[in-house]
């Protein structure tokens, strides 16, 4: 990493959609990290955005380009309401500069702004070092492993790390084996 400040963190606006769509379909077509297949049209994405809980964007301190995004909404709903969940694409041009670690750290704060007493991640690709190192150095603990959870552009199947953040100082899971 540079000797640069972190990105700016901001809620997104209109203004950001295009590069917001061109990240996000980015990270869909490289296909080693989201679920989704399919690319969102700028109407799609415009709709998509708009229904999150909150989005925030990275952006660089010189020149204003969006680096990266994050989305955040319910997990679940009723009962498990409280439960967030979010995801987080940067653009690949834009990686190593810390933007992921600014839209993580920013997520956390939003969660907890918006009530929710957990962050959880259902399926971190676990071939996803970089992401999941991240995760690990600001309390993210892994539940888990799901065997072949995720199929790769390949056809081949890659496991899946559900992750855990306690948002209101909940004691750490118990992840101990079932006996």
Same mark, same amino acid.
């Given at each position: 990493?540079?000797? =640069?400040?972190?990105?700016?963190?901001?809620?997104?606006?209109?203004?950001?959609?295009p590069a917001m769509?061109?990240? /996000?379909?980015?990270?869909?077509?490289?296909?080693?990290?989201?679920?989704?297949?399919?690319?969102?049209?700028?109407?799609?994405?415009?709709?998509?955005?708009?229904?999150?809980?909150?989005?925030? !964007?990275?952006?660089?301190?010189?020149?204003?380009?969006?680096?990266?995004? #994050?989305?955040?909404? $319910?997990?679940?709903?009723? =009962?498990?309401?409280?439960?967030?969940?979010?995801?987080?694409? !940067?653009?690949?041009?834009? =990686?190593?500069?810390?933007?992921?670690?600014?839209?993580?750290?920013?997520?956390?704060?939003?969660?907890?702004?918006?009530?929710?007493?957990?962050?959880?991640?259902?399926?971190?690709?676990?071939?996803?070092?970089?992401?999941?190192?991240?995760?690990?150095?600001?309390?993210?603990?892994?539940?888990?492993?799901?065997?072949?959870?995720? =199929?790769?552009?390949?056809?081949? #199947?890659?496991?899946?790390?559900?992750?855990?953040?306690?948002? /209101?100082?909940?004691?750490? $899971?118990?992840?101990?084996?079932?006996?």
């Amino acid at each position: 990493m540079s000797n =640069r400040p972190a990105p700016a963190v901001v809620p997104y606006s209109t203004e950001h959609l295009p590069a917001m769509t061109a990240i /996000w379909n980015e990270v869909v077509v490289d296909g080693i990290a989201f679920p989704q297949e399919d690319q969102l049209s700028v109407e799609e994405a415009t709709a998509f955005f708009a229904e999150q809980t909150h989005c925030g !964007v990275a952006l660089d301190h010189a020149t204003g380009e969006v680096l990266g995004l #994050y989305i955040l909404h $319910p997990n679940n709903v009723g =009962r498990c309401g409280h439960i967030s969940n979010a995801s987080y694409a !940067v653009g690949s041009k834009a =990686r190593g500069r810390g933007a992921g670690r600014a839209l993580v750290s920013d997520c956390i704060q939003q969660a907890r702004t918006h009530g929710f007493k957990v962050l959880q991640f259902n399926a971190v690709v676990a071939t996803n070092t970089v992401a999941r190192k991240l995760y690990e150095s600001l309390g993210f603990v892994q539940l888990g492993t799901i065997p072949d959870g995720f =199929r790769m552009p390949d056809g081949t #199947y890659e496991d899946i790390c559900p992750y855990y953040l306690s948002l /209101w100082g909940c004691p750490k $899971p118990d992840i101990s084996p079932v006996p």
